[in-house]
């Protein structure tokens, strides 16, 4: 079982398929090595970015979060607002965010 006691999941809706492209090949140059450490130390234990691929005609992704517990949540906003939001804030784009508490989980065998 993880350690996970808070989650986020949050979808961004863009405009045209070319900018959810360009959001994507972003990555690489906000969430460098350095940078994911910091998020380690902070609380983050997981960031998932995803193709939703169930709504034809829909440029969207989703981006998983999981956290330690509220204070590293609070502590990655942080880093966010550093890291992420200055390199993205030009997208137009539709963001929703959902934040939950974890009440039930289980975990497959191979998932490490």
Not at 18 to 33: D, G
Request: positive net charge; contains cysteine; proline residues 2%.
């Amino acid at each position: 079982m993880t350690i996970s006691k808070l989650i986020n999941y949050t979808t961004r809706e863009f405009i045209s398929e070319n900018e959810l492209e360009l959001y994507v090949s972003k990555q690489e140059e906000i969430f460098t090595p350095d940078v994911i450490k910091e998020f380690s130390k902070a609380g983050m234990l997981r960031r998932v970015l995803t193709r939703i691929w169930n709504k034809e005609g829909v440029a969207r992704v989703g981006i998983l979060f999981e956290y330690r517990n509220e204070k590293a949540f609070v502590e990655c906003q942080t880093l966010l607002d550093k890291y992420h939001a200055p390199k993205v804030k030009t997208f137009a784009n539709k963001i929703v965010g959902s934040r939950g508490i974890v009440l039930h989980e289980f975990t497959s065998d191979e998932f490490k």
